[in-house]
């Protein structure tokens, strides 16, 4: 009989280690220990912003004030990220030392009962946090050869000459930012008429510019019917008939809440794993953390989520998170976009007062491949910060600022009394405070 079992060893096991610090006995199940931090370590958030890192770096050699040309040695990139990470677990690890770690595969068969390959394990809490995984659409044959995703891309020991990507969320357009940034012909499927929707409308069309001089041509209103392997390379038949070949197709979509481990009827599945605010499921004392709970597909939301739930277990009692506090941010080239609390697509017309700063009004926007970049700052009538949005040069830094402003309910007047540094884009958000 264990206090706590955590299912799932992404950022679930930030809340294992403070269990066992606290006293209690406690097992983590994961499938595939090698993967102990999840996704985001190993196939998503670290290894992408690496190779975002390296490939910003080839497009900025890319000016008439450098000489020579650079490019990516991806066999070389593929093992330096390969090592960061098989060093990053192992840090886990011996964080995980009082952790009973258990590889296998796990099911919530019963209330308080955990099956792990055939042993039954019980605890008086559950914490489930089994992440989410590429959704494929129907048609789409996916083969991990040139009809791929984004785990395949962060394993490639050579670069395509062109991709076909299919979607227009963060892994899609960070991964068209990727491969333009790298000197690849990369082309964009979309099934709307505009990308980020929910974003300001201006920046999503700057975003849009942004990636357009990077190389990126966008093919909107598009629907994929099918796609297979061929010998002339991979075939998408579009929903109109028309039809399109590609050397490969990143298949970009979203993803899917992984819910497969719940054989327990006491516990609510739609899509997800249904949670209240406190990320309690159905059953009493059973919790769903992180994507598989359909709220922020998030490693930041994930790891605040367990915390949170781990603080409650430990009879302490935490305040509910407020998910409009957490950062969002998508990591485009050369700029980023963040945003944070409510914005233009949250809100009505008639009850917010928006700012709007070009980054094209600061001269450190000038070589900083910058011109195009906003920030905007959201305030209610009477002049409390709302939220924000930024597209920068490293945004999700930049958007701190506007986070600490929110999760402290400070008004304008109150913000304005940080003096900025000079020259920083840091700027904006100072002159978006005063002209709130």
Do not use: W
């Amino acid at each position: 009989m264990y206090d706590i079992i955590y299912i799932g060893g992404g950022l679930n096991y930030a809340g294992a280690v403070v269990a066992v610090k606290n006293g209690k006995k406690v097992a983590l199940i994961e499938k595939d220990m090698s993967q102990l931090g999840g996704v985001c370590l190993h196939k998503g958030c670290i290894p992408s912003k690496m190779f975002l890192h390296y490939a910003n770096i080839v497009s900025e050699s890319d000016n008439p004030i450098l000489e020579g040309k650079i490019s990516l040695n991806m066999q070389e990139l593929v093992s330096k990220k390969e090592k960061l990470l098989k060093n990053v677990t192992q840090v886990i690890l011996k964080q995980c030392a009082n952790v009973d770690l258990i590889e296998a595969d796990a099911k919530l068969i019963a209330p308080y009962r955990v099956e792990a390959d055939g042993k039954i394990l019980e605890a008086k809490n559950i914490v489930i946090a089994t992440g989410s995984s590429a959704f494929i659409p129907d048609g789409i044959e996916y083969n991990k050869k040139d009809i791929i995703t984004s785990d395949e891309v962060l394993k490639l020991q050579e670069l395509p000459k062109k991709v076909a990507i299919y979607g227009a969320g963060a892994i899609a357009l960070e991964m068209a930012s990727f491969f333009a940034s790298a000197k690849v012909e990369v082309t964009l499927i979309y099934r709307k008429e505009q990308i980020l929707a929910k974003a300001h409308p201006l920046i999503a069309q700057h975003i849009q510019k942004e990636l357009e001089k990077l190389g990126v041509s966008f093919l909107l209103e598009h629907s994929i019917k099918s796609a297979k392997d061929t010998k002339k390379g991979v075939h998408i038949v579009f929903e109109d008939g028309k039809t399109i070949y590609t050397p490969m197709l990143l298949v970009a979509t979203g993803r899917k809440a992984n819910i497969d481990v719940i054989e327990c009827k006491d516990i609510e599945v739609d899509r997800s794993i249904k949670t209240d605010a406190f990320f309690e499921t159905s059953l009493k004392d059973h919790y769903a953390v992180g994507d598989c709970n359909g709220k922020l597909q998030l490693a930041h939301a994930a790891r605040a989520e367990v915390l949170n739930v781990t603080q409650r277990i430990l009879g302490k009692t935490p305040k509910k998170l407020n998910l409009n506090s957490v950062v969002k941010f998508i990591n485009t080239l050369p700029m980023s976009y963040a945003y944070v609390g409510e914005i233009k697509s949250m809100l009505k017309d008639d009850e917010y007062k928006e700012t709007i700063v070009p980054l094209s009004q600061f001269t450190y926007s000038a070589y900083n491949r910058a011109t195009n970049g906003l920030v905007v700052i959201y305030s209610d009538k009477q002049g409390f910060i709302l939220g924000g949005e930024i597209l920068a040069p490293n945004a999700q830094e930049l958007i701190g600022i506007v986070a600490m402003a929110v999760a402290g309910e400070m008004d304008a007047k109150e913000a304005q009394k940080a003096i900025l540094a000079h020259p920083t884009f840091s700027e904006a958000i100072d002159r978006a405070f005063y002209r709130l």
